[in-house]
């Protein structure tokens, strides 16, 4: 019998660079979701697509940190579906940035306790 191609959790990465947080899939397609600031020493940031927010955050390990508790897969695959690849525009430029792996549930939306991301 063949092997199950299901999968509980699709990995992403997340990004900041040049103040945008980023996303890339594992076709190595790269979608801007939202915005990055620093300003007197805390860190804040916002998604474009459902207005989440977080600030008064220490560094942008926490800004990453903070956005993936965040994010579903619904809303992330929704936004692959919608948002322009912007790979060539970000190429070489995210070697040394600030970066997260995640793995959301395919199989739930809730996010959550319930269904918080892999780190």
């Known amino acids: 019998?063949?092997?199950?191609?299901?999968?509980?959790?699709?990995?992403?990465?997340?990004f900041l660079c040049e103040g945008r947080v980023l996303a890339q899939n594992i076709d190595g397609r790269i979608i801007d979701l939202g915005e990055a600031t620093q300003e007197n020493g805390a860190f804040a940031w916002r998604l474009d697509g459902n207005d989440e927010h977080g600030?008064?955050?220490k560094n942008a390990g926490a800004?990453?940190?903070d956005i993936a508790?965040?994010?579903t897969f619904l809303f992330i695959d929704g936004q692959f579906t919608s948002l322009p690849d912007l790979s060539l525009d970000y190429a070489g430029k995210l070697d040394d940035a600030p970066a997260k792996e995640i793995?959301?549930?395919?199989?739930?939306d809730k996010g959550g306790d319930d269904n918080p991301p892999a780190v």
């Open 63 to 65: 800004v990453l940190d």
């Open 103 to 108: 793995v959301l549930s395919e199989l739930s």
């Open 69 to 71: 508790g965040h994010l």
């Open 55 to 57: 600030e008064g955050l």
């Open 1 to 14: 019998m063949p092997e199950s191609t299901q999968r509980d959790g699709m990995p992403y990465f997340l």
